[in-house]
């Protein structure tokens, strides 16, 4: 059995609306209630679909087996995104949406996910909160949680992005997922892989403006610049240098001059470090690791907070909290930020705006500390 991906015609619309019949299915058998109602996707929706050349079929051996749409270019329900945000903004996107399968089909999301890589760098996709098989599929194919946007109808999804990188050589990123990205799982909530993965996001699409720059090196910064997280946060910036510098495995694409640059780099990116960074390298990774989201800000020093200092109660975490915002995110505190292309730069002035407004942070201090901590 061989599956292939070809472009959904309409003599198919039977097959396909049979196997979302199919997949509606599962999602009920799956506590999935709310997704795919109403008829939702209508017989029209697939039509639609195939007339504007969104529409695909993955065939084994010519028998249809699955279905998708996939299609190139700005969604407008991907406009606004809450509680976190897109790896990347800037690239021109892909976004998969109606994934169907047949019965006793294996295999097919695979499929159709490795064919949609193939068209665009950079793909999207989001799904229901009770839809826990999509979101598996998503995340073993490499996709970020990202945060949650709002469809037409105003109902919540879960919203996902995948980021590929064809100027990085193909055995160095091989090399990097494998063996580097995996560590980030050990780390703290706000030091995960979604961490890392945004920053080597951030870090590509800022390097795009410096042609001068060697992409190889502003990736291998970012993927390891917290890797010293191992051995705690105060000096992980130190620690993240050290495993760089003793990886022998780069010397397969760099030269001991690029490897001290780029350890350099990675020493220099800590916000608390004292001085500025001393390349351009340092300046990208160090504002990419600047992921400055008010919310996602507020949510990860409050998460910081409790695993860090478990002994404070409601009032000693708002305090921490408070002073935490105040030193590092006022206009007065120690951040800086070096690219001026960087989204960073609107994003903290509504942080500073936050964290002037004590009533409306203490209100959102809560909701998350809540969360946490339900009484």
Known sequence: MNKTVRPAQLS??????????HSRSIMRSNGNTTQWVNGYPSRQQIILD????????????????????????????????????????????????????????????HCGIDWCKRQAVSLRADTHADNHIVQH????????????????????????????????????????????LPRYAAFDAAHRRDHVLMVIAQSMALASYYPQLDKDMVYAIAAYHDTGLCEGRERHHIVSGEIMRSDEHLKDWFDEQQIAIMTEAVEDHRASGGHDPHSLYGMIVAEADRNIEPVTIVRRTVQYGIQHYPQLELEGHWQRTLQHLQEKYSPTGYLKLYIPQSRNRQQLERLWQLIADLPRLRCLFEEIYFEIFPT
Not at 12 to 21: E, G
Not at 59 to 64: F, G, R
Not at 145 to 165: E, F, K, N, S, V
């Open 50 to 109: 195939i007339e504007q050349q969104h529409g695909f079929l993955v065939v084994d051996s010519a028998v249809p087996v699955g279905y998708f749409a996939f299609i190139v270019g700005a969604d407008p329900t991907y406009a606004v995104i809450e509680e976190g945000c897109w790896l990347d903004d800037d690239t021109p996107y892909g976004t998969i949406h109606r994934m169907a399968c047949a019965p006793g089909s294996n295999g097919v999301a």
């Open 12 to 21: 198919d619309v039977d097959a396909i609306m049979s196997m979302c019949d």
């Open 137 to 180: 599929i998503l995340e073993s194919e490499g996709f970020t949680y990202c945060g949650i946007i709002h469809i037409a109808d105003g109902t919540p999804r879960r919203a996902y992005q995948l980021m590929r990188y064809p100027e990085v050589d193909a055995l160095l990123r091989a090399y990097v997922e494998s063996e580097i």
